[in-house]
């Protein structure tokens, strides 16, 4: 049992940031990240014993989260949140600049996009390789490059409509 402790802190302390970077993108609201990471982990836990290596961990721990998202954006009925903008103005108007504004509107476009393209996305600008994001979204590499070309020209088009270009 203790194996599988020290296992689990190590799996948790390497994957735990991407995790919740994964879930705030999805929900734009720290307490239901965190919560979003928790159950995730708690699954993790749970199927530890079930993990076959045919990928690697993180991938495995990474569709995990995924679906645990999914499935609290539907059982929520939840978008991500156009607050999620408006709260970085509020409450950082002292840092604002002309990148938090840029920032706040690559969110804000990002979050119009549909649920797995937001996936995909987000797992780019988490910098993970091609072949484990293509692992994660279950479609080939040859396709998963058309998709993000795809994806990257959808977002250029609603960043300019939100930032009036």
Request: net charge negative; proline share 1%; aromatic share 10%.
């Amino acid at each position: 049992m203790e194996q599988k402790d020290q296992l689990f802190k190590q799996i948790f302390d390497t994957n735990s940031k991407k995790i919740f970077h994964l879930c705030y993108g999805y929900t734009g609201d720290e307490d239901s990240a965190n919560d979003l990471l928790q159950e995730t982990f708690l699954k993790v836990w749970q199927n530890l014993d079930k993990f076959r290596n045919k990928s690697l961990i993180s991938t495995w721990i990474y569709r995990i989260a995924v679906n645990t998202c999914l499935t609290y954006l539907r059982s929520e009925k939840r978008q991500a949140k156009d607050e999620l903008t408006d709260n970085i103005i509020e409450n950082r108007p002292e840092e604002f600049s002309e990148k938090n504004e840029q920032v706040a509107l690559l969110y804000k476009s990002i979050s119009k996009l549909e649920e797995n393209d937001r996936l995909i996305i987000t797992m780019v600008l988490d910098e993970l390789p091609y072949n484990e994001i293509a692992d994660i979204s279950g479609i080939s590499e040859g396709n998963l490059r058309v998709k993000i070309h795809r994806i990257k020209q959808k977002l250029t088009e609603l960043y300019n409509q939100h930032a009036g270009i």
